[in-house]
């Protein structure tokens, strides 16, 4: 666990990311998610392969994080779709994308502080109990940077039931010193 999860109660069992989001995959992601170059998905979803690989977690499906319909209408996919079906196709591991979902609509988190991340995702997740109650979960997003989605999206699945909740993201983003202070 690193020094800005202290203090908070997390709801997932372990998170993990391949790189800093910085840089080559910064770029990367940014083509994905906001230039409409979804054929980065499968590419970068090898990545996650690779990462989970490495780890020696047991699950019995994978979760995207849920996008907003408001956003899903502008970009008319989600990104982490993108990542995460051919990474399930890739592991042979089940995709449930209709476990979990965003019940309300968010803003975007980029800009915020860590307070106003958490308090901006809060309740924003609901998980369907019949399927999750007494599953292992892997959790996929592209990018972390408080955990404050994470944390929101594992609660929500273990409010239904998940047994153990695990996530695993592409990139993790470095944090500047003001929002590790927040």
């Known amino acids: 666990m690193c020094g800005r999860c202290c203090g908070l109660r997390l709801y997932y069992e372990r998170l993990s990311s391949w790189v800093f989001f910085k ?40 979760v995207p994080v849920p996008l907003g319909s408001k956003r899903f209408q502008e970009r008319g996919y989600n990104q982490v779709m993108l990542l995460a079906r051919p990474f399930a196709w890739d592991l042979d591991i089940p995709l449930k994308n209709q476990a979990l979902t965003r019940v309300r609509e968010t803003r975007s988190q980029v800009g915020l502080s860590k307070k106003q991340r958490i308090v901006n995702v809060q309740n924003a997740f609901t998980a369907k109990k019949q399927v999750v109650k007494g599953k292992r979960i892997l959790l996929v997003d592209d990018v972390v940077t408080t955990g404050a989605t994470i944390n929101a999206c594992a609660k929500a699945l273990k409010e239904a039931g998940a047994e153990k909740v695990f996530a695993a993201t592409l990139a993790r983003a470095v944090q500047p010193k003001s929002m590790e202070a927040d």
């Open 23 to 62: 840089g080559p995959i910064r770029e990367a992601v940014h083509e994905l998610k906001y230039r409409h170059n979804v054929g980065l998905g499968e590419k970068l979803a090898q990545n996650l392969v690779n990462l989970f690989e490495s780890l020696s977690w047991d699950v019995d499906f994978i």
